[in-house]
């Protein structure tokens, strides 16, 4: 057996070096189990729709170029995403994973440097995991790094199959798995990164000899470890950046981590929230030090509220600028601009382009 050098760091300090490193999101599938003529990725997580956790967590690991795999509801999907650096590529037919990465490079042609493939409705990834995949893919020169999360129940998931030495060798699909292997709780998170070369240059030899007759992208791992290629595995630190969204349930489950998320990072910067279970705030909402923020209150879009502000209790905020010291209570307030001091309700409604000068009171009346 020959053994390989240890791989040497190759990212820096948070950030991804190389110059080529792409992102496919995987964004084609109808979702039956929502029971919704929407496509599943443009759902909505605290106003934000699921797909664009994906792409902000790809941008913020500094990958450059980013593709979108649309199929079922397309027009909408790309709708969603307009006006956005990203590029779209089209899956008529739902034929696997293998199947959408084909019809990536049917726009982008053959790649080099690292590709990332992202799950467009698996929003919890973070950019950090994100560049851990591709620092070990890259340190290793490996044709695939793969992130892998072990479930105490593993039902649903692909297993990851490893030699005696501790290798990766396969991953096989839960309706695939023999029933000697069961046991393992290892599991594919469905978060890769290849070596682009490696990839363009053997997906064509995926077919779809298996339950579902699909092309599998994980197929792709025997593939390389019978040419003798690198297969890496990093395990995630937390098996949520693994949970994918298929039913309701599911997305309130993926809802509530990413409000546990967004409200702990508020609260570390020095934002008092009285019932952070009952503060709904979305990715983009910026909050000044020292900001209280009452329970019932929801602040979404690009709403920045200025510090020493107070917020509801049952305040509904969207898109405006609240003030330093301001204090908004039980009020709904879209599109807005609140001065510094200034009051507002309870029971107001202010409408779009409204502004409240620094220091006025507004009360149930205004409109």
Not at 63 to 84: C, F, K, P, S
Not at 240 to 259: D, F, K, W, Y
Not at 260 to 274: K, P, Y
Not at 346 to 357: C, E, I, K, M, S
Request: aromatic letters at 4%; charged letters at 20%.
């Amino acid at each position: 057996m020959t053994l390989r050098a240890p791989c040497a760091p190759f990212v820096k300090a948070g950030c991804i070096v190389s110059v080529n490193a792409t992102a496919i999101i995987l964004a084609a599938g109808e979702g039956t189990r929502m029971k919704s003529s929407l496509p599943k990725v443009v759902h909505q997580i605290l106003g934000v729709p699921v797909v664009q956790y994906v792409i902000d967590a790809a941008r913020e690991a500094g990958l450059d170029r980013i593709v979108v795999i649309t199929g079922h509801g397309a027009d909408r999907v790309e709708a969603v995403l307009a006006g956005q650096d990203v590029e779209f590529a089209r899956q008529n037919e739902q034929l696997g994973t293998g199947h959408a990465v084909m019809c990536a490079l049917e726009v982008t042609g053959a790649l080099e440097g690292p590709v990332v493939v992202l799950s467009g409705d698996v929003p919890l990834v973070r950019a950090e995991t994100i560049v851990q995949l591709v620092d070990k893919q890259q340190s290793c020169s490996a044709a695939c790094a793969m992130l892998t999360a072990i479930f105490d129940d593993p039902t649903g998931y692909g297993r990851v199959i490893r030699s005696e030495s501790g290798a990766v060798t396969a991953i096989i699909e839960q309706k695939d798995l023999p029933p000697d292997l069961g046991d393992v709780r290892e599991c594919n998170a469905g978060v890769y990164c290849f070596d682009g070369a490696a990839l363009s240059a053997n997906l064509p030899r995926l077919g779809t000899s298996n339950a579902q007759g699909e092309y599998y992208l994980t197929d792709l791992v025997g593939v390389f470890v019978e040419e003798g290629l690198g297969v890496e595995a990093v395990v995630a630190s937390d098996t949520v950046e693994s949970n994918g969204i298929n039913t309701r349930v599911q997305l309130a489950e993926v809802t509530r981590v990413m409000q546990g998320r967004i409200n702990e990072r508020h609260m570390l910067a020095g934002v008092t929230m009285l019932a952070p279970d009952t503060a709904w705030v979305g990715p983009k909402v910026v909050i000044g030090r020292d900001v209280v923020v009452e329970p019932m209150t929801s602040l979404s879009g690009l709403t920045v509220i200025g510090p020493d502000a107070r917020i509801g209790p049952g305040a509904r905020i969207i898109d405006s600028e609240i003030g330093p010291g301001a204090h908004v209570d039980c009020s709904i307030v879209v599109g807005a601009t609140v001065g510094e001091g200034a009051s507002v309700g309870p029971g107001a409604y202010l409408r779009p382009g409204t502004v409240v000068d620094s220091g006025e009171a507004v009360d149930a009346s205004a409109e």
